[in-house]
């Protein structure tokens, strides 16, 4: 399901207006087999989600101040899930950006760079930058555990997984494929996919231990 998920559409509508991203980057985790998956040690209240219908949408909050959002894709009791790692930013581009500067605003991030997305009183943040990386990527949707278990299948619902314009698969040799970010264990398995050449992919960093 992973790669299927690249050129995706997910649209977020809420009170303060709608932004929809591509998605251009992801990584899959299973359940018990997968050492680096929330799911390994089995069902816990933050997991549930994990274990229930296709197609919700599982949040959890990590290092005490990031949300991050992911689908998950197989049936109910096979624990597995795809984290949203990446987008592009296709409509409600002013909502994004005003969001993502509050955040950095409050310290919430490092200042990303010079860019064109715009000023407004605080950082600039490069187009590229709105929604690459988990975190980002749910600060411009305005993503949070309010959104645990939503049905991103449902039509009628805020938040929304919509197929790719044209519904094409994408060619193989677009995808490209290798380890996912920052996993301690299970870090051999290539389960992290993205739109290869794309500006909006987030950078690659292994997982490094925590000097004593």
């Known amino acids: 399901m992973a790669p299927d998920l690249l050129g995706c559409v997910l649209v977020h509508d809420t009170p303060q207006g709608l932004v929809a991203i591509e998605i251009v980057e992801v990584e899959a985790y299973t359940g018990a087999s997968d050492p680096a998956s929330h799911a390994f040690r089995g069902k816990t209240a933050r997991n549930a989600v994990m274990f229930g219908e296709p197609g919700h949408s599982y949040v959890y909050f990590t290092y005490g101040m990031h949300f991050c959002v992911n689908l998950v894709c197989q049936p109910a009791g096979e624990a597995a899930a ?12 002013e909502l994004a950006v005003a969001r993502r500067v509050a955040r950095l605003g409050a310290g919430g991030g490092s200042r990303a760079g010079r860019g064109t997305a715009g000023r407004m ?8 930058h709105l929604a690459s990386g988990p975190a980002r990527l749910c600060q411009a949707l ?62 690659y960093r292994p997982h490094v231990p925590k000097r004593r």
């Open 82 to 93: 795809v984290l949203l790692r990446a987008g592009r930013v296709i409509a409600g581009h």
């Open 121 to 128: 009183g605080g950082p600039v943040i490069r187009e590229s």
């Open 142 to 203: 305005g993503i949070d555990r309010a959104q645990d278990g939503a049905d991103a299948c449902d039509p009628a619902g805020p938040l929304r997984a919509l197929p790719r314009p044209g519904s094409a698969s994408l060619p193989s040799a677009s995808i490209a494929v290798g380890p996912r970010v920052g996993v301690r264990t299970g870090a051999e398995v290539s389960w992290r996919y993205w739109i290869a050449g794309d500006p909006a992919v987030s950078a």
